[in-house]
């Protein structure tokens, strides 16, 4: 039986099982379902265990539990790969916007719907069955290359406990390349790759002059306005070119090359439709040199998130106000560290701040930093090949705009990224009925059969 008749005829099984997990409601930003994201994790473990995983431990952290799984491969000099997912899922709310109850998987023509069917456990679960399938081609009893899980259970709610965790783990845990399934390709008709993550520092800033608001006939005018000087402040955040004025922003920016740039052009973005996704915004705007999809997920950002002060409430008040504030946030490419972004902003701030303002940044904590993989990386080329084998076409390359932890798994295990993922954009994830459709979980099953014997020599020294 080769890995697609595999596949096929072990696909109602799987979705079977997938729909069970689903329906644990594994929201790991309610306490009061904390419970069922242990419970998540204990079904999981399960799973790997019948899959044929020789190892299966849950990890317990200061928060939430991981699924911790191994399966060595025949060869003792194999390499090791390291699979992340992560098995909470987002909120719910609204409720009445879904078309069934979220934690009822229910299957609308290829289509199955259910909060975490794409973000992330139907993409974490695709490689159990490709790993069956590989083994049942091949007539072997282990891997090509060691298989590590890593199923973390606090990705939705910031991953708190996540670096700790790794760095702790870390002999275990140690590989040369880890595999991510947490992003998404183009479309279903346009497989892709993600090679990258933008990063998120954010601040916050508050500019005081007069002890108390004023009356603005008897001292408007004559005093500094809070109010004034921070559209000042804010609206000097960058240039007529669209850059960000902060001194040394650029200068750790991994350039896009000439390849990745021809590849994100040959992509086929309807510029027109983005915008109408955009909230119908009227036009792209961004640094002046770069196409809108190459300022989305490869080139930094400086955004201002939200600014108040002074009067806000019905009918006049006029005043010089006491105080304004605002809260900004920065997306990061690879090569920026979010601490030295916002080290950078408060500098900047003072040097800004005009006579008879006092200001105050806060630099808030929760900073995630970008992840990169380079399109000529042994893994990314092996992974490449698995996806193109599986697909029957090209596979191109994209970035993407969100963050997560991947930065941490590349740094603290010291190991390569490699992106392997069947979402879409589509998939609503985070948002009511999301979805995943079914035939690219399937596809993904086969990406992970090819991916391994790919992986084993690829990233054997030379």
């Given amino acids: 039986m080769d890995v697609r008749e595999y596949i096929t005829a072990?696909?109602?099984?799987?979705?079977?099982?997938?729909?069970?997990?689903?329906?644990?409601?594994?929201?790991?930003?309610?306490?009061?379902?904390?419970?069922?994201?242990?419970?998540?994790?204990?079904?999981?473990?399960?799973?790997?265990?019948?899959?044929?995983?020789?190892?299966?431990?849950?990890?317990?952290?200061?928060?939430?539990?991981?699924?911790?799984?191994?399966?060595?491969?025949?060869?003792?000099?194999?390499?090791?790969?390291?699979?992340?997912?992560?098995?909470?899922?987002?909120?719910?709310?609204?409720?009445?916007?879904w078309e069934t109850d979220p934690f009822t998987p229910l299957e609308k023509g290829d289509r199955l719907i259910g909060r975490g069917a794409s973000d992330d456990k139907g993409q974490v679960l695709f490689h159990t069955l490709g790993i069956r399938a590989g083994l049942t081609a091949s007539g072997a009893t282990a891997p090509p290359v060691t298989i590590k899980f890593l199923v973390e259970g606090e990705e939705e709610s910031g991953s708190v406990h996540f670096p700790e965790l790794l760095r702790a783990q870390r002999r275990r845990l140690a590989c040369d390349a880890i595999v991510i399934s947490d992003t998404t390709m183009w479309s279903e008709d346009v497989p892709s790759m993600c090679t990258?993550?933008?990063?998120?520092?954010?601040?916050?800033?508050?500019?005081?002059?007069?002890?108390?608001?004023?009356?603005?006939?008897?001292?408007?005018?004559?005093?500094p306005n809070p109010l004034h000087a921070m559209a000042t402040l804010l609206a000097a955040l960058h240039d007529a070119d669209g850059r960000v004025t902060l001194p040394g922003f650029y200068d750790d920016v991994v350039p896009l090359t000439d390849e990745e740039r021809e590849l994100f052009a040959r992509l086929p973005f309807d510029e027109a439709q983005w915008l109408r996704t955009a909230g119908n915004s009227r036009v792209a705007y961004g640094e002046k040199g770069f196409t809108t999809l190459e300022r989305i997920w490869a080139r930094p950002t400086a955004e201002v998130n939200g600014m108040w002060g002074g009067h806000t409430g019905p009918g006049h008040k006029t005043i010089v106000p006491r105080e304004a504030h605002a809260k900004l946030s920065f997306r990061l490419v690879a090569g920026q560290d979010p601490v030295k972004v916002q080290e950078s902003f408060r500098t900047w701030v003072e040097r800004h701040t005009p006579p008879g303002i006092r200001a105050e940044v806060t630099t808030l904590a929760g900073n995630v930093r970008p992840c990169f993989s380079p399109i000529d990386s042994a893994g990314v080329r092996a992974a490449k090949r698995a996806m193109e084998r599986a697909f029957g076409k090209e596979v191109l390359f994209t970035r993407e705009g969100g963050s997560g932890p991947e930065a941490d798994l590349a740094d603290i295990l010291e190991a390569p990224l490699v992106f392997v993922a069947v979402g879409l954009n589509?998939?609503?994830?985070?948002?009511?009925?999301?979805?995943?459709?079914?035939?690219?979980?399937?596809?993904?099953?086969?990406?992970?059969?090819?991916?391994?014997?790919?992986?084993?020599?690829a990233l054997r020294p030379e």
């Fill in 426 to 457: 589509s998939d609503r994830i985070h948002a009511p009925n999301e979805k995943v459709e079914m035939p690219l979980l399937l596809k993904g099953a086969e990406v992970s059969a090819y991916l391994w014997g790919e992986l084993a020599t």
């Fill in 10 to 97: 072990g696909k109602e099984r799987f979705f079977a099982d997938l729909k069970e997990w689903l329906a644990i409601p594994s929201i790991s930003a309610d306490p009061a379902r904390h419970p069922d994201v242990r419970r998540s994790a204990e079904w999981l473990a399960s799973y790997l265990r019948e899959t044929g995983f020789p190892t299966v431990e849950v990890w317990e952290t200061a928060g939430l539990p991981s699924v911790f799984a191994e399966w060595p491969a025949a060869d003792p000099d194999a390499p090791a790969v390291l699979i992340y997912g992560h098995h909470d899922v987002q909120p719910v709310e609204p409720l009445d916007e």
């Fill in 196 to 223: 990258g993550m933008r990063g998120l520092s954010e601040v916050e800033v508050a500019l005081y002059g007069p002890d108390t608001d004023l009356h603005s006939g008897s001292f408007g005018g004559a005093v």
